[in-house]
């Protein structure tokens, strides 16, 4: 055929080369002249970040690890009888209405009408909660009975990793069902590997936890897991510098629980902590540097129309 | 061209006369039926050819032993080569070429073969004379030394229409009340009757009786073997009977049978007590959840604590319960062994119920599972468009549900235990009613007239034709001898099945084990409606 790829060194013709395959042209058809990659344009909208904002970010994900240090802490106390349930319960349920009374305080004012509403459908929903679980604890206090101890570690430990990693860190106010899930079902084990209260059990097996030791074991999950999240996320709305402190507070009381009781655990929960909340960022804004993406005339068409218009 | 002549070997050595036959258009063959001897009269002969619808050729035979070497003299078609296929006549008219599904009348597409033999044996008006017969035209064919009859044969023709009034008349009585007495409690009485299976076979053996006591000849081929299967396998089946029951009352051993029973249905119920002790321990290592196993366990021992009570209280009407039923085989033996089946039945009922409590516990619970599980992963069955779609749910969905997980998944092994156990005792006993039934369906499907015509009389039911060489000489037309090829064994009976209410399974293995791991409840066997072919 005679046309090659050496043609850019002899002598042109007299047509130029055109981007267009729908013309014959003296060209072969995998032609391209100087102009070849001239529309590639490189890390294109590539965010530049700073350092102290993505440490603020990432304290999110350190408050919600410490969340559940200090979950598994009140469980450790329970196990080792140095707290008893019922002590438990009662300071759940004061926390619980301090918390209710700090959303409430917090929260946009509407006018009382809407709020009285919403206290009585949050009233049903907590009666709805208290008697599920009080009415479901005897059975699920012998649940994992004929399950070995470590196959019980192990699903909690699956189940609390799947929460930390499925949680909704960007808009945590309606959690998430899965981490949710994940998370009752790893206290659900974790309740039923409680060991009994000596004089309810007498007659049974001694490794059967009572009731009520299940009972407040689900109640603090939800508060740890299921309402606290909501408060947060208000106070981050509406006072920001007092969320600063109880992130700090939370870091810190996650450390000194467990390390009361587990002194090895608290210098790796610290560890982690410290890694997440100040290495990692350190590394993002690192490797950032060696980003390189590619974008051209290649890549997907997106809509940025506002197609309402046809709609009239 | 070439001409093929079908000639009937019992006119070979006729004398000669005038040839009598059918013309095949579109297939150059010519069957000849008989010959018309000299001395006749064309016109009586014209008259008596045209009543029989034939067509007359005329022929010279050389009166000489062997194969009469002839001389075609048909017209128009000199120089052409010719082919004589001598066949038995008497064979070819009472055969039925298979499959007899094309229809009777012969038209241009239907095989050269087939119009033979329908040609032969729609002539059958042409052979009632024969030579005894005081008549102008004398013929020569395969009845022409005499009809072929036989006394029994007529004597039982002669009784039978009065018999089959009677029955029918009978069957009819029958019916009415029956349908009579069904009007007065119509729900309750028909799906028992739909379920048991002597009820089934009761019906299938009236509707059979019909068929076979109808006044009306049978007009096809089909109709007739159908009727004489159907007749063969009811005498057989009452013969069996009969022989079952001569057994079973020489030497009192339906009391025997009656004073085995009770400790039998004792003995597997102290055996299902112990396989519920077993589960509710630890069968096999496997660890239960106790609380729900001592529930299951105790709930299924007070079931059989009260079928062993039932039991008892029946035990002094057993022997003479039994002794009716072992009489009622004089039915025959199919009714017999429905009654056994449906016997089983009844005393089996408590493990049906366990098969189902059990089931349905474990439907539920995979049920509530998969549907928790789409909830725990934040999703939801979208009825509308039959798929899975995302969901917000409220925190107290999300609390119960989860919770609700908990205790099904951790509750599953238990269930599964018990459900498998008993799906497998079921299984059993269901197994044991197929045996069963399979036997009466094949009772009552076997052609077994068909068979023994195939054996004795082979030429009755053909497949094909086989063709030998007689005489193959240059100079002469060449001379084929057509023996005809019986059907085979396994086509007769495939052919000559009645068609029942067979049972076959229902599902195929696939779909089976997933209702077995889905908790659904089967029922494998299926029973077709009677269809009449």
Known sequence: ?312 | MVLKIFFPQCCNKADSGLLVGHWLPGQDSAVVLAVIHYPFIPGQVKQYIHQVGCVGVGWKNEEAGGEGKTKEEKTGEEGDKVIFVHYEQRKVMLSQLHPTDPPVPLTQSTSELRQVFGTVSQSESLFFLDKYDDSPVKLTHWQSEGREGSIIVELMKQASTPVCLLTAWILVVCSLSVSVSRILNVFPLRFISSKLCSCVQLSYRTEHLQTVSSPTRATSHTDYMRKANIFMSFLLDVTLGLLLIYWLYRENRVGQLANALLPAADRVAKELEELLQWLMGAPAGLKMNRALDQVLGRFFLYHIHLWISYIHLMSPFIEMILWYVGLSACLGLTFALSLLSDIIALLTFHIYCFYVYGARLYCLKVYGLTSLWRLFRGRKWNVLRQRVDSCSYDMDQLFIGTLLFTILLFLLPTTALYYLVFTLLRMVVVMVQGVLQLTVDFINSFPLFALGLRVFRSYTLAEGVKFSVLCEEPGTPLHLMMDINPLKFSSVVQTYRTATYSCYPKDSWLALCKKLFLGELIYPWRHKTTKID
């Open chain 1, 1 to 312: 055929m005679g046309a090659d790829s050496g043609l850019g060194t002899g002598p042109g013709p007299a047509v130029p080369w055109r981007k267009v395959l729908w013309e014959r042209q003296p060209f072969p058809d995998n032609y391209v002249d100087h102009r070849f990659l001239e529309e590639l344009r490189r890390n294109e909208g590539l965010r530049q970040y700073r350092y102290w904002a993505v440490v603020r970010e990432a304290g999110l994900v350190a408050q919600q690890i410490s969340c559940v240090a200090l979950f598994l802490t009140l469980w450790l106390y329970m196990e080792q009888g140095l707290l008893s349930p019922s002590t438990l319960l009662w300071s759940g349920l004061l926390c619980a209405l301090l918390g209710y009374g700090f959303y409430q305080a917090l929260g946009p004012q509407g006018d009382s009408d809407s709020q009285q509403r919403t206290r009585w459908s949050d009233l049903q929903s907590a009666s709805i909660f208290l008697s599920f679980t009080f009415g479901f604890s005897p059975v699920l206090r012998t649940l994992t009975e004929s399950v070995s101890t470590d196959t019980v570690y192990a699903m909690t430990a699956l189940m609390l990793l799947a929460h930390l990693v499925s949680f909704p860190y960007a808009q945590p106010s309606p959690p998430g069902s899965l981490s949710l899930n994940a998370a009752l079902f790893a206290s659900v084990c974790l309740a039923s590997r409680l060991p009994g209260d000596h004089r309810a059990s007498r007659g049974l097996n001694s490794s059967s936890p009572s009731s009520l030791h299940t009972f407040t074991m689900l109640c603090w999950a939800l508060l740890v897991f299921a309402l606290w999240p909501c408060l947060r996320q208000r106070l981050r709305e509406c006072a920001p510098q007092g969320f600063g402190c109880v992130c700090l507070l939370m870091g810190l009381s996650g450390v000194g629980g467990l390390g009361s009781i587990w002194p090895g655990g608290a210098v790796l929960l610290a560890a982690v902590l410290g890694a997440v909340t100040l290495l990692c960022p350190l590394l993002l804004i690192r490797l950032q540097s060696d980003k390189d993406n590619i974008h051209g005339p290649w890549d997907e068409a997106e809509i940025r129309e506002d197609l309402a218009r046809f709609l009239r």
